[in-house]
């Protein structure tokens, strides 16, 4: 009787409200220390802005230089991020999270030895090749863990490290460019790329004991719920349909490309503008680097709200189109009234909230898309393509704004131009992405049913 009980207890059908429970469960688990190590990233990827307050004077850099180091760091994104995501998918996303957060956290403690221009390029260019893979690999590392249905916040509630970055690193960034400058010898700008490296190595050596790479080795998961996870996202996979699963063959659906294109017109808001809020801030009259650090954590208050109501709506009506473009669309008008309102300090201010809030907003809708194209090894190396190509907008969208500076003597110009691209990313998502929604492709159900 006892060996029927349990045979009618791991047969019964899987019930929304116990899974869901369950993956409530494993999002308290992993997602903080997701959001922790790309807190880190971008943290040590865009203290750069703060160091421009005085770093580009002493060493005698043009905005031109700066904006090209800025952005090169894309570059390395570029040439591993594939690999890197290819590679997680064979020896585990302990490992992976581990080797890019130790090695990228040496490579921003290194920044503060910076004495020319072209050391400046180079260990910007090792600093993006050495993060390459965490992004694709976290939203990679999803798919393992949560069915589609649930998605788009999970990758919304890892983003939100994004403003985290800000809303905490801006005061910190600022008061050490604020209070170091001199100590010990070393000017302020180094300090903070001292001071904001050393967590990152420490963090990544915590992903060794923190980072489960699947389910099934979850010791956190009881026997009865680990079943629960691996039969819904195995039924998720099923209702998914038919996906291309070969990354040679991804390599040759047009969409896939189009998905490159939008993801660099989409992402050249946030890739560029982070880099300035300091100096634009800087430019409506803040003078005190305290407060122009405290200034810089508005906007990303703005977008922590708005990505998980957002990312929370998509999921709920199933639908990612919309969701992804809207963002777009809003972005642009507040890149726009950046340049518009120059002589307004607070609707200028406004704008640059509007501006950055939505550009983050656009991603977690936006990164449902690929998996509903591909599975396997396609979506591993689909996502890393992507973003990969597509973030070389952070190198291009610096340099042209850096170059368009120094041209015309305002930062608005290379504003309108991020702008237009951000209008392309919505009008290409708008007519070639999917219509309807999820729910319509089975993959809303994926929870009901027999297990």
């Given at each position: 009787?006892?060996?029927?009980?349990?045979?009618?207890?791991?047969?019964?059908?899987?019930?929304?409200?116990?899974?869901?429970?369950?993956?409530?469960?494993?999002?308290?688990?992993?997602?903080?220390?997701?959001?922790?190590?790309?807190?880190?990233?971008?943290?040590?990827?865009?203290?750069?802005?703060?160091?421009?307050?005085?770093?580009?004077?002493?060493?005698?850099?043009?905005?031109?230089?700066?904006?090209?180091?800025?952005?090169?760091?894309?570059?390395?994104?570029?040439?591993?991020?594939?690999?890197?995501?290819?590679?997680?998918?064979?020896?585990?996303?302990?490992?992976?999270?581990?080797?890019?957060?130790?090695?990228?956290?040496?490579?921003?403690?290194?920044?503060?030895?910076?004495?020319?221009?072209?050391?400046?390029?180079?260990?910007?260019?090792?600093?993006?090749?050495?993060?390459?893979?965490?992004?694709?690999?976290?939203?990679?590392?999803?798919?393992?863990?949560?069915?589609?249905?649930?998605?788009?916040?999970?990758?919304?509630?890892?983003?939100?490290?994004?403003?985290?970055?800000?809303?905490?690193?801006?005061?910190?960034?600022?008061?050490?460019?604020?209070?170091?400058?001199?100590?010990?010898?070393?000017?302020?700008?180094?300090?903070?790329?001292?001071?904001?490296?050393?967590?990152?190595?420490?963090?990544?050596?915590?992903?060794?004991?923190?980072?489960?790479?699947?389910?099934?080795?979850?010791?956190?998961?009881?026997?009865?719920?680990?079943?629960?996870?691996?039969?819904?996202?195995?039924?998720?996979?099923?209702?998914?349909?038919?996906?291309?699963?070969?990354?040679?063959?991804?390599?040759?659906?047009?969409?896939?490309?189009?998905?490159?294109?939008?993801?660099?017109?989409?992402?050249?808001?946030?890739?560029?503008?982070?880099?300035?809020?300091?100096?634009?801030?800087?430019?409506?009259?803040?003078?005190?680097?305290?407060?122009?650090?405290?200034?810089?954590?508005?906007?990303?208050?703005?977008?922590?709200?708005?990505?998980?109501?957002?990312?929370?709506?998509?999921?709920?009506?199933?639908?990612?189109?919309?969701?992804?473009?809207?963002?777009?669309?809003?972005?642009?008008?507040?890149?726009?009234?950046?340049?518009?309102?120059?002589?307004?300090?607070?609707?200028?201010?406004?704008?640059?909230?509007?501006?950055?809030?939505?550009?983050?907003?656009?991603?977690?809708?936006?990164w449902q898309i690929p998996p509903m194209l591909l599975a396997g090894t396609a979506v591993a190396g689909g996502i890393a393509l992507i973003n990969s190509l597509g973030m070389l907008t952070g190198w291009v969208g610096p340099s042209v704004v850096g170059w368009l500076e120094d041209v015309t003597g305002k930062t608005a110009t290379g504003l309108y131009v991020i702008a237009g691209l951000e209008v392309l990313a919505a009008a290409l998502i708008l007519l070639f992405m999917p219509r309807g929604s999820l729910a319509a492709d089975g993959v809303g159900s994926a929870a009901s049913g027999p297990a």
């Open positions: 009787m006892k060996h029927l009980a349990e045979s009618a207890t791991t047969l019964r059908p899987i019930v929304v409200g116990d899974i869901d429970a369950v993956y409530a469960k494993i999002a308290r688990r992993i997602i903080p220390f997701l959001v922790l190590l790309f807190l880190m990233a971008w943290l040590d990827r865009y203290n750069l802005g703060f160091a421009k307050l005085q770093m580009v004077k002493d060493l005698g850099f043009s905005e031109a230089v700066y904006g090209f180091g800025a952005g090169i760091v894309y570059l390395g994104y570029m040439l591993f991020e594939i690999p890197s995501n290819l590679l997680l998918e064979r020896i585990g996303a302990r490992k992976t999270f581990a080797r890019i957060t130790i090695l990228w956290g040496f490579t921003s403690m290194a920044m503060m030895f910076v004495k020319s221009a072209p050391w400046f390029y180079v260990l910007r260019f090792l600093l993006g090749s050495f993060e390459a893979g965490l992004l694709p690999g976290v939203v990679l590392y999803l798919t393992y863990w949560f069915p589609a249905r649930h998605r788009a916040q999970m990758v919304a509630l890892f983003l939100t490290s994004i403003p985290l970055s800000t809303i905490l690193g801006g005061p910190l960034s600022g008061w050490i460019m604020g209070s170091m400058g001199g100590r010990a010898g070393l000017a302020n700008w180094q300090w903070l790329f001292l001071l904001e490296g050393v967590p990152s190595i420490l963090v990544g050596l915590l992903a060794f004991l923190i980072v489960v790479d699947k389910p099934a080795n979850a010791g956190w998961l009881t026997e009865g719920e680990k079943r629960l996870v691996l039969a819904d996202l195995e039924k998720d996979r099923v209702n998914a349909g038919a996906r291309e699963h070969g990354f040679s063959q991804a390599l040759k659906l047009p969409r896939v490309w189009l998905l490159t294109v939008i993801h660099f017109c989409a992402t050249s808001s946030n890739a560029t503008i982070t880099f300035w809020v300091p100096s634009i801030i800087q430019g409506f009259g803040v003078t005190n680097a305290i407060r122009i650090g405290m200034l810089s954590a508005v906007p990303y208050i703005g977008a922590l709200v708005g990505m998980v109501l957002v990312s929370r709506h998509s999921d709920r009506t199933r639908e990612r189109r919309y969701h992804a473009a809207l963002p777009c669309l809003m972005c642009a008008a507040g890149l726009v009234g950046i340049g518009l309102f120059a002589g307004t300090p607070r609707l200028a201010f406004g704008a640059l909230v509007v501006a950055v809030a939505s550009a983050l907003c656009y991603n977690g809708p936006f």
